[in-house]
């Protein structure tokens, strides 16, 4: 008989909590988000105003709103006790003593916030060799489990290599203490993007170690488990090693469904449950069938997994002591006993540290330990009859991740860089860049001055000739038809065309292969919006009356494209203006003209007559002004700066003589984008989302952000933070996958770049100048570098006292196109949401990264005029609305009468 769960006593508030959370989703979300914001809570007070915050309305029950600010206090740290085994060093090895005596071997993990800096993974390694020092000294065996993540702050799949060098070098130092401790070291596993870093670093640390007390920590929820056993069990045979796998289910579960489903990837994890513990079994034989080598520990709080593991190592011929089932500290402790009487090996995973960042950890906790079809829940909630918890798994699927039901516009995936077959393409396409650039640059020819007047009027004579057919509402399908083939003709070549946008304009690997999603994604949302658009649309009217609305092209449209977007920008732009039947003169930025270039020839390729898209490569000042001052060019679309946005929207609507229209325009500008910190913000998130948006593309996007907003409670600890992680990014060239942060686009932008830096050196405080990366505190509203766009990775940092006051800061520029809010406080949340004067707003998340049909995007103020790219308005702006109405009596008979 197993002793009941001291978690689930119902005799304690703690049990009671965890009881009602188990059979009360409401609760359960809510009582996670609240640990989650805990740690930050300043007194009691603040304390009761974030429960009834977080609770109100939904199935809490009355006795837990009735506990106050400290019962509900001493109550969380109770929980977090439960699991942990001690909140410093000391305490865990005191806990950990307890632990053996009642004969349980032990694994120690440091609980941490993220690792967001250099200086951040040197401590997170001192700690580790601070623990062996200590473990030793108090003449305990040394077993230490180390997470990759917290390792290097740079970790990462684009930067590969970097990543496992780094990591086996730091393992390395580690290894050295724990080895002189005769000790054990394990390498746990995280989230799957870092799986193949940690795997490749693991067996590096193996081959030139000549250790055999090292671990690795392998997930069985993962689909692709059962090829990475293989691959580990036949490096062991081959090199003849030995080491220890820890088997676990896996702890990202949610997580790694999301992430994948956020990015359009198949789901890694299996769908159901029972999948994963049908896996975990054979899973188990693989690594039993080569238990001369490899020990195996079975990280289980499953009986019949704990049942089948012995069972499978009495085949293999193994003593109790040659192979350990492992358990999480405070989980089945019950079942742990149990097993340690039957002389079974059973070491406990007991983390320690302080509890703000071990928080994380508890949510985890009691996710798992609450979850429906958990086997927690079914042996010491439910206490299951043993037929139901020893039942094999089977089952039959009923979830299906991912749902692309045609109700959303599914997005073009981004590469998954932890493939290796995806780094190898993309870098021969990077090899290969040089010389496509090359080709496509000899069918470039600028046009002059002298020559653009005629070179128009060719052009706007051979739309006109074609217009008709062109525009005519019959031909809507076809429209739709080529921008679809050019998706697919892009989506064929999109290495290539991503490698040439790293020669061309320095973007980071990732970042230009988005770009190329970005622009497939228009030509598909807007194929798919122009038939909306283009269907018939009757008008509500009365008998005897038909009402028909429909849409005619409003003619040529000069688009005018930036660069730093240059295939996803041009191509919105383009296809928009072409789907809806207009004909269209394109011009390119001057520095990603080739890359313009490509979009032309591809968009020709796809069927779009040639009398319909011209190219117009030039100078701004010659070829775009013309366009603009043209008065057979109906309508401009632009995006790039204010300055000349707001130049275009004069000439268009100040023209003499006067035009035979009203010309139009739309016009997407710059930003003076700021992310509000608000008092409560988990700083891991705020670092991670400034520095994202700040930096990344060297801050060369309109989205950018380039003023930090911070309350004053945590403005020193966000920017001692921000500083560090911003001083670890890696800089060099684009052609580096590894690089976050590039040179500039032109010595132009790097001089400005150089002009608002020494503006900062006046203005604020310099905590950071690196290369072009700069980040100044201390700036306020009045100043230049809080006022103007710079377009570059600098960043302004002010301090507020209220949050009404940061919103107020925030809006007191000209621009209104992206903000955001971290925080943790639903009504502050709102209140961003409500007055933060952007068009584009993020929560707790970086603020760039729109994506086409689920982020419509664009600005208002002196950013646009409201129009959204990728959003359902966005191809009213090339057409005239035309409304029908026509009486359908005749003397005295109307169809609609007609029985
Ligand atoms: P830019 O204004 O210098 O150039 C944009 C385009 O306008 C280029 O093709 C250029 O050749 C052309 N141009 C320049 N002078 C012209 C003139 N007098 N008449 C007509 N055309 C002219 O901008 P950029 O440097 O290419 O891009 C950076 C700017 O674009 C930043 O301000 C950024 O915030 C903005 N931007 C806005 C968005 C958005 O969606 N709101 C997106 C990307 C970039």
Redesign the pocket.
């Known amino acids: 008989m197993l002793r009941k769960d001291p978690l689930f006593d119902a005799g304690t508030a703690g049990g009671r909590v965890l009881l009602h959370a188990a059979a009360h989703h409401q609760f359960m979300a809510a009582l996670l988000y609240f640990i989650d914001v805990y740690p930050v809570l300043n007194g009691v007070r603040q304390v009761e105003e974030y429960r009834d915050e977080y609770f109100a309305g939904t199935d809490a029950p009355p006795w837990f709103m009735e506990l106050n600010g400290s019962r509900l206090s001493e109550l969380l740290s109770e929980l977090f006790a439960s699991f942990v085994c001690g909140r410093d060093l000391n305490q865990a090895v005191t806990s950990i003593s307890i632990m053996a005596d009642r004969g349980f071997l032990y694994t120690l993990d440091t609980l941490g916030e993220a690792t967001l800096s250099e200086e951040e993974a040197e401590m997170y390694l001192e700690k580790q060799l601070e623990a062996v020092d200590a473990l030793s000294a108090a003449g305990l065996p040394v077993h230490i489990t180390v997470k990759p993540t917290s390792l290097y702050s740079q970790i990462g799949p684009l930067n590969f290599q970097q990543s496992v060098d780094v990591l086996v070098s730091r393992l390395k130092r580690i290894l050295k203490a724990v080895k002189d401790a005769d000790g054990f070291l394990h390498v746990d596993m995280e989230q799957r993007v870092y799986k193949n870093i940690t795997i490749s670093a693991f067996k590096q640390l193996v081959s030139e170690s000549s250790y055999d007390q090292l671990g690795i920590a392998i997930q069985s929820y993962l689909k692709e488990t059962k090829a990475d056993l293989r691959d580990l069990t036949a490096f062991a045979r081959q090199g003849n090693h030995r080491f220890t796998v820890r088997l676990v289910k896996g702890a990202y579960y949610e997580y790694e469904r999301i992430f994948a489903q956020e990015n359009g990837w198949p789901s890694p994890v299996f769908e159901e449950k029972y999948m994963t513990d049908a896996a975990y079994e054979e899973n188990l034989a693989i690594l039993f069938e080569n238990s001369d080598l490899i020990r195996v520990a079975a990280a289980t709080h499953n009986m019949r997994t704990a049942a089948e593991a012995n069972r499978l190592a009495s085949e293999a011929g193994l003593s109790t002591h040659e192979y350990e089932i492992q358990m999480l500290n405070g989980m089945a402790t019950g079942m742990a006993e149990a097993l340690v009487a039957m002389g079974i090996t059973v070491r406990l995973y007991a983390p320690y540290g302080p509890m703000v960042p071990g928080m994380a950890y508890l949510v985890r906790r009691l996710v798992e330990n609450t979850a429906t079809d958990g086997m927690v829940r079914l042996q010491f909630i439910q206490a299951a009859a043993p037929e139901d918890i020893f039942a094999a798994p089977t089952g039959s699927s009923s979830r299906l991740l991912f749902h692309p039901d045609g109700q959303y516009f599914i997005n073009h995936p981004p590469a998954d860089f932890s493939l290796e077959s995806v780094r190898s393409s993309f870098s021969r396409s990077v090899k290969n860049a040089g010389s496509v650039m090359k080709s496509v640059g000899e069918r470039i020819q600028d046009i002059s001055k002298n020559q653009i007047s005629n070179r128009l009027s060719k052009a706007i004579n051979d739309i006109e000739e074609v217009a008709p057919a062109w525009k005519s509402s019959s031909n809507a399908p076809r429209r739709a038809e080529i921008l679809r083939r050019g998706a697919s003709i892009m989506s064929r070549r999109i290495y290539e065309l991503a490698a040439v946008q790293v020669l061309e304009v320095g973007k980071q690997w990732d970042q230009a292969y988005n770009d190329v999603c970005e622009a497939i994604d228009f030509l598909n949302y807007y194929a798919g919006e122009s038939e909306r658009l283009f269907a018939h649309r009757s008008l509500s009217g009365i008998a005897g009356e038909r009402n028909t609305l429909s849409y005619r092209p409003r003619g040529i449209v000069g688009v005018?494209?930036?660069?730093?977007?240059p295939l996803a920008?041009s191509t919105g732009m383009t296809s928009a203006a072409l789907v809806t039947g207009n004909g269209v003169l394109y011009?390119?930025?001057?520095?990603s003209a080739v890359t313009g270039r490509l979009m032309y020839e591809i968009l020709i390729e796809a069927g779009v007559p040639e009398e319909i898209l011209h190219f117009f490569s030039g100078?701004?000042?010659v070829?775009?002004?013309a366009?603009?001052s043209d008065l057979r060019v109906n309508c401009i679309a632009?995006?790039?700066?204010?300055?000349?946005?707001m130049?275009?929207i004069e000439t268009l609507s100040r023209q003499q003589p006067q035009p035979p229209h009203v010309r139009s325009s739309v016009t997407?500008?710059?930003?003076k984008n700021g992310i509000i910190i608000d008092a409560d913000a988990d700083l891991d998130v705020a670092v991670e989302a400034v520095l994202q948006s700040a930096f990344a593309f060297q801050g060369q996007?309109?989205s950018a952000a380039s003023r930090a907003i911070v309350h004053e409670s945590l403005y020193h600890e966000f920017l001692n933070r921000l500083v560090a992680a911003a001083d670890s990014l890696i800089m060099g060239p684009a052609e580096d996958p590894g690089t976050y942060l590039g040179p500039p686009v032109s010595s132009e932008a790097e001089r400005k770049i150089a002009e608002y830096i020494a503006i900062g050196r006046e203005e604020g405080r310099e905590m950071l100048v690196k290369d072009n990366l700069a980040i100044f505190a201390d700036i306020r509203t009045e100043h230049r570098l809080a006022r103007e766009?710079v377009?570059g990775p600098v960043l302004a940092v002010m301090k507020t006292d209220t949050l009404r006051r940061g919103i107020e800061m925030a809006n007191s520029v000209d621009f209104g196109?992206t903000g955001g809010i971290v925080s943790r406080n639903r009504g502050h949340i709102d209140l961003v949401c409500e007055n933060l004067e952007a068009g584009n707003i993020y929560v707790n998340r970086s603020i760039t990264g729109a994506l086409v049909g689920r982020q419509p995007?664009?600005?208002f103020k002196l950013?646009?005029q409201g129009t959204k790219?990728g959003g359902q308005e966005y191809l009213f702006n090339f057409v005239h609305p035309v409304a029908v109405s026509e009486n359908m009596l005749r003397r005295g008979f109307s169809p609609d009468f007609r029985g």
């Open positions: 005018i494209a930036p660069w730093n977007f920008i011009k390119p930025a001057e520095e100078e701004g000042e070829v775009g002004a366009l603009v632009f995006t790039g700066s204010k300055e000349v946005g130049g275009i997407e500008m710059g930003g996007k309109c766009e377009f196109l995007f664009g600005g950013s646009g790219a």
